[in-house]
């Protein structure tokens, strides 16, 4: 049975569907056999996979690249994100990551699992997205040796800004960095908490792009697919620890 999503009870960092417990191996459009795993911080757990997802060129499919999954601080991790029922609505699943920032072990492996994919990619930029992108990115940044710039909503910067608007359910909003706070060439990651219909990174990337930034990844710790939100980055491959479905 296919579940239909109503996009009018979806906003960004929220899943409608109770999470469904599954830890994959060479995973590519469908489940394999699975293990259960247990959380005592929520009745949900977190369906986990740490691999990249590369949005084909010639069609709408997703591509994932396959890793090995077995790292046992990827659950810990999951465990230690807390699911909030009917927040900030009734019929919402909020996925809480500041669980995750009060477990110093689970926090610490969230990093170094990050700064170990990138950390030999020659990345000079890691962008984070506000506000909980501003949260993972700078000791990511500062680990690798690159600069962290942070992409703001409107008014937040002080000095001449670039932006960049993307689209809302109902109406626009834009997402903006200082000038000169990049050079082109540079090569960069896009740092989120969480990526759900996308359209925030999407717009990070155009504004990246726009001035000659090569983005090598998107990176989330959580992704909600049932929301399709990689479909809205383009080629541009996304990477994530923990997916929530």
Not at 14 to 35: C, E, K, M, T
Not at 106 to 114: P, S, V
């Amino acid at each position: 049975m296919q579940t239909i999503i109503s996009p009018l009870l979806v906003s960004h960092r929220l899943s409608l569907a109770p999470p469904v417990p599954r830890l994959l191996n060479n995973y590519h459009h469908r489940a394999r056999p699975s293990i259960r795993l247990s959380s005592h911080r929520s009745t949900n757990s977190l369906r986990l996979f740490s691999s990249a997802i590369v949005a084909a060129a010639a069609s709408r499919d997703s591509e994932m690249a396959t890793e090995d999954v077995q790292d046992p601080r990827i659950a810990k991790i999951a465990s230690s994100i807390r699911v909030i029922p009917d927040f900030p609505k009734p019929g919402i699943m909020f996925q809480d990551i500041t669980t995750l920032l009060l477990d110093t072990e689970a926090f610490k492996d969230t990093i170094a699992l990050f700064v170990e994919r990138y950390k030999d990619k020659d990345i000079s930029v890691v962008a984070g997205v506000e506000a909980r992108g501003f949260i993972f990115g700078p000791p990511i940044a500062l680990a690798i040796g690159a600069k962290f710039v942070p992409m703001r909503k409107p008014k937040k910067l002080p000095g001449k800004v670039i932006s960049e608007e993307y689209s809302l359910e109902y109406g626009t909003d834009k997402i903006e960095m200082h000038v000169g706070a990049v050079e082109p060439g540079e090569r960069a990651i896009i740092i989120d908490d969480l990526i759900a219909t996308g359209g925030t990174l999407a717009a990070a990337i155009r504004l990246l792009e726009r001035v000659g930034v090569k983005i090598v990844e998107c990176a989330c710790v959580i992704e909600l697919p049932e929301l399709k939100g990689k479909d809205k980055l383009g080629e541009t491959p996304l990477f994530v620890l923990v997916s929530s479905a």
